[in-house]
């Protein structure tokens, strides 16, 4: 199998496989390879690289270690990290009940006191037009985080 790039006189760009450098010629001669965004047929090759990989028995460089993703790396990711433990622990995880309990705060029907949760975007945005206000987060909850 090959890979081509190819583009159509209308400068659309795309890749495609086929079986062998013949097997593109046949089907582009015979008019079954066209642009999958115009359906035009005056398909071309474009330069690309190759992708070659190296002999096996030749010295393999060492790996790069993994990035350790549990700990924060860049000054924003720490940022993050404090912004969710400040959430996580000056307020209530009410989960798949955020809507109906942050609406009732706003209504007086419970005491308010911060909370995060859980939303469908719909719910969040009929949340934000009935004037409760709610933003939001981040992250991803604990439960839901691996």
């Known amino acids: 199998m090959i890979r081509y790039t190819l583009k159509c006189e ?10 062998s450098a ?16 115009c359906g035009d047929l005056g398909v071309d090759k474009i330069l690309m690289a190759p992708a070659v ?5 030749t010295a393999v460089a060492a790996p ?6 549990s700990t924060p ?6 940022a993050m990290a404090a912004l969710k433990t400040q959430i996580e622990t000056n307020s209530e995880y009410v989960g798949m009940n955020f809507v109906t309990e942050a609406r009732k ?7 308010e006191r911060s909370i995060y949760g859980e939303a469908k975007p719909e ?8 004037g409760v206000p709610v933003a939001p987060l981040p992250f991803l909850p604990k439960r839901k985080a691996n």
């Open 10 to 19: 209308n400068a659309h760009e795309f890749e495609s496989w086929f079986q």
């Open 123 to 130: 719910e969040a945005r009929k949340l934000i037009e009935d």
């Open 64 to 69: 790069t270690p993994a990035p350790n993703l």
């Open 105 to 111: 705060m706003h209504e007086g029907g419970a005491p």
């Open 53 to 57: 990989r190296p002999a096996r028995n």
């Open 73 to 78: 790396s860049t000054e924003l990711e720490q």
């Open 22 to 37: 013949s097997a593109f010629d046949a089907l582009k001669g015979s008019g079954h390879v066209a642009c999958p965004i």
